[in-house]
T-cell receptor
Framework: GAVVSQHPSWVICKSGTSVKIECRSL??????MFWYRQFPKQSLMLMAT?????????EQGVEKDKFLINHASLTLSTLTVTSAHPEDSSFYIC?????????????FGEGSWLTVV | DAKTTQPTSMDCAEGRAANLPCNHS???????VYWYRQIHSQGPQYIIH???NNETNEMASLIITEDRKSSTLILPHATLRDTAVYYC??????????FGPGTRLSVLP
């Protein structure tokens, strides 16, 4: 099946610093990628929709200046958590929708654990 | 997206079939039923999806009632590795996936 890779798998950063998480579709191209956040024992919450070559669309309540999303190519989207605080510690998951071949299904990355200390 | 309701948790004996129900009584004619699962600390894994007809693949079978107001995901021979949270999602083509709390399936030895 289609593969979506996230890097890093886990990261620990100091409060006040920024951290970048990459999401790559390895064997397909995706004009649209999605970023989710999941707190322990909770379900996935959509943060934003990332569109290649244009600005991301953020869900209500998600600060676009804090969670910077860049989708510079058809296989890469990045999420940068700026000025991270302990409450930003979470499991961040991306997904991607293939342009062709599997267009009605999206595929998820393995997730990235962020711990802010 | 139409809302779905699933049991909070279920147990299944290893080697037996696991039948996971999902209610989606407000589903519209063009909305698909998707199933994903999430094993602890991993990203969601696609299982199967369907519109009206029953579907089967190497992982599972999806049974959709004739009125489409409910569906059942069947894992024919559950193994310990099938222990996960299973999400039933209803969506239109091209729409975002909205995750509910899902069903926590525990496969017991």
């Amino acid at each position: 099946g289609a593969v979506v890779s996230q890097h890093p798998s886990w990261v620990i950063c100091k409060s006040g610093t920024s951290v970048k998480i990459e999401c790559r579709s390895l064997d397909f191209q995706a004009t649209t990628m999605f970023w989710y956040r999941q707190f322990p024992k909770q379900s996935l919450m959509l943060m934003a929709t990332s569109n290649e070559g244009s600005k991301a669309t953020y869900e209500q309540g998600v600060e676009k200046d804090k969670f910077l999303i860049n989708h510079a190519s058809l296989t890469l989207s990045t999420l940068t958590v700026t000025s991270a605080h302990p409450e930003d510690s979470s499991f961040y998951i991306c997904s991607a929708r293939p342009i062709t071949g599997g267009g009605n299904t999206i595929y998820f990355g393995e997730g990235s654990w962020l711990t802010v200390v | 997206d139409a809302k779905t309701t699933q049991p909070t948790s279920m147990d299944c004996a290893e080697g037996r079939a696991a039948n996971l129900p999902c209610n989606h009584s407000t589903i519209s004619g063009n909305e698909y039923v998707y199933w994903y699962r999430q094993i602890h600390s991993q990203g969601p894994q696609y299982i199967i999806h369907g519109l009206k007809n029953n579907e089967t693949n190497e992982m599972a079978s999806l049974i959709i009632t004739e009125d489409r107001k409910s569906s059942t995901l069947i894992l024919p021979h559950a193994t310990l590795r099938d222990t996960a949270v299973y999400y039933c999602i209803v969506r239109l083509y091209g729409q975002n996936f909205v995750f509910g709390p899902g069903t926590r399936l525990s496969v017991l030895p």
